[in-house]
Structures are given as structure tokens and as C-alpha cells.
């Protein structure tokens, strides 16, 4: 904790990368960059290949840790887990913003079929989750410490699917001021009646074609 698991992932992908470019075999040398992020939540390896017509693509590899790499108990938002700077004394605050991004990293893996179950059929979807990253990076929302990230944004707008706030009928831009609507309920974020952000996903064994169904009810 206190960002020594990020430290230790941008170490293993700078090795990662390193090990790509020296391979004989697969001819990377100069094509391999490390993409790093704000506070590391999004790093990751490039290898960038340009096709006969000059036009560049790239292949991105993510890292992420076990899902017990932690006791969820230690990611509650109630708890402090960045140290005080140059370790002076006083009272640690919570780091909610800190643990919730560190959760849903972990649980990433865990989430992929979940979302990939909801967004392929639903087209009107994905194009409101690019729109949310756009809204998102023009506001500076992924760049600061109490931000987010392009993952939560995508499983925000599957819980508001899974909840049936939004599906696969909708514009993508209905979709989008719809879920503007509901993260604007800020003040009953702790309040499952009035705040969808506030229920739970639901998602457990066959969860993922419950949710899918919902989308594209």
C-alpha cells in the first residue's frame, strides 16, 4: 500500500518492456515504449507497429495484481493508506479515492466478462463510454489523485445498465446525460433509494448474462 504496489508495477512493466525489445526473435527493437499514466493507474507496455501504408498501431499490455493481493477489509474507503508526508507525525486521513481505485484494479480481471458481456451487443453503449472518457479528459478528471480512471468510468455505466437505468434502445447520448443525471445525485451517494451508484452490482455466478440481458432488454 501507500502506492508501493503501483512503484512495483511500473518496475516490472519497465522490465517487461526491456525484455520485449532484446528478444532476437521478435524484432522489437525501438518499437517497445512504457506508457505511464497519472499515479500509475492505467501504465502499461507499447509495441507500436506501423503497416505497409505508414499508419501507425500499437499494442497495449496492462498489469494487474491477484484479486486477494489484499484484504478488501484494508481497501475500505474508511481507511488510511497513503503515509503522511515525510513521515511527520499526526493523524493519517482515510484515502477513500485511493482504495476505490486500487479495489477496482484488482477486481478488473474479475470484471472483464461482466463488461464484455453488456457493451459488445449494445452499440449505442460503447460509443456513450467514449464520449464519457472524452467529457472526462477534458475536465482534467483522469489526470488528478481523486479523479478517475477509463475502467471505473466503463463499470459505472454497466452498473447503471445492470440497475436498468440505461440499455441497448437508448442514443448514445441519451445514455451519456443519463449517467451525467445520475452521478449528479451526490448528495445520496450513500442511499440505495435514491442513488444507483449506491446499490450494489449484483454480479455473481451467471451474474454476467443477467446483466447482459438488462442492457439489451
Not at 12 to 27: C, K, P, T, V
Not at 43 to 72: I, Q
Not at 141 to 159: A, E, N, Y
Amino acid at each position: 500500500l501507500c502506492r508501493r504496489y503501483h512503484a512495483r508495477k511500473a518496475l516490472y512493466l519497465r522490465q517487461l518492456a526491456d525484455a520485449l525489445e532484446a528478444h532476437d526473435r521478435l524484432d522489437l527493437r525501438g518499437r517497445v515504449r512504457v506508457r505511464e499514466t497519472a499515479f500509475g493507474y492505467d501504465d502499461a507496455v507499447e509495441v507500436v507497429h506501423k503497416d505497409e501504408g505508414n499508419r501507425e498501431w500499437s499494442v497495449r499490455v496492462l498489469a494487474v495484481g491477484s484479486a486477494d493481493a489484499f484484504p478488501m477489509g484494508k481497501l475500505h474507503p474508511g481507511r488510511a493508506n497513503l503515509r503522511l508526508k515525510g513521515g511527520g507525525e499526526g493523524v493519517e486521513k482515510p484515502s477513500p479515492a485511493y482504495n476505490a481505485r486500487l479495489a477496482a484494479e484488482l477486481r478488473s480481471l474479475a470484471l472483464h466478462d461482466v463488461l464484455s458481456s453488456t457493451l459488445l451487443p449494445a452499440a449505442s453503449l460503447r460509443e456513450a463510454v467514449i464520449l464519457l472518457k472524452v467529457w472526462a479528459a477534458q475536465r482534467g478528471l483522469m489526470r488528478c489523485d481523486d479523479g478517475v480512471t477509463s475502467h471505473l468510468l466503463t463499470v459505472m455505466l454497466v452498473h447503471l445498465a445492470a440497475h436498468g437505468r440505461v440499455d441497448a434502445t437508448m442514443t448514445s447520448l441519451q445514455v451519456f446525460r443519463t449517467f451525467l443525471a445520475e452521478l449528479a445525485q451526490t448528495g445520496n451517494l450513500m442511499n440505495p433509494k435514491k442513488n444507483v451508484f449506491a446499490s450494489p452490482l449484483g454480479v455473481s455466478e451467471g451474474g454476467a448474462a443477467a446483466v447482459a440481458g438488462a442492457a439489451g432488454a
